[in-house]
């Protein structure tokens, strides 16, 4: 059974910093595209930062240069380093594992985290 467990999401203040953490399960971690996506109230959820199996990174416009993606294959976690966090970044982070092959997509989803940056 696949798991992806988030953690680390809460309440700061504009300006502060959260580390999210998502523990994989089930899945030969090392081989899956690791990414996080935010969901605002009344919005479309929306890419944040992926990392490659092979550790390229990618991240959206709004967070380069605040958040940093990271993952470590030893623990099966996926990490995001999110500083000088701002109200426009509240939301819920869910982390996504997926993988391709010829024949097939394994596509898995863990059930989010709120974050909530407000004064």
């Known amino acids: 059974q696949v798991q992806l467990v988030e953690s680390g999401g809460g309440l700061v203040q504009p300006g502060g910093s959260l580390r999210l953490s998502c523990a994989a399960s089930?899945?030969?971690?090392?081989?899956?595209?690791m990414g996080w996506y935010r969901q605002a109230p009344g919005k479309q959820r929306e890419l944040v930062a992926i990392?490659?199996?092979?550790?390229?990174?990618n991240s959206a416009d709004s967070v380069k240069d605040r958040f940093t993606i990271s993952r470590d294959n030893a623990k099966n976690t996926v990490y995001l380093q999110m500083n000088s966090l701002k109200p426009d970044d509240t939301a819920v982070y869910y982390c996504?594992?997926?993988?391709?092959?010829?024949?097939?997509?394994?596509?898995?989803w863990g059930q989010g985290t709120q974050v909530t940056v407000s004064s």
């Open positions: 996504n594992a997926v993988r391709h092959t010829t024949s097939y997509e394994f596509d898995y």
């Open positions: 990392i490659s199996s092979g550790g390229r990174t």
């Open positions: 089930g899945i030969i971690f090392s081989m899956y595209t």
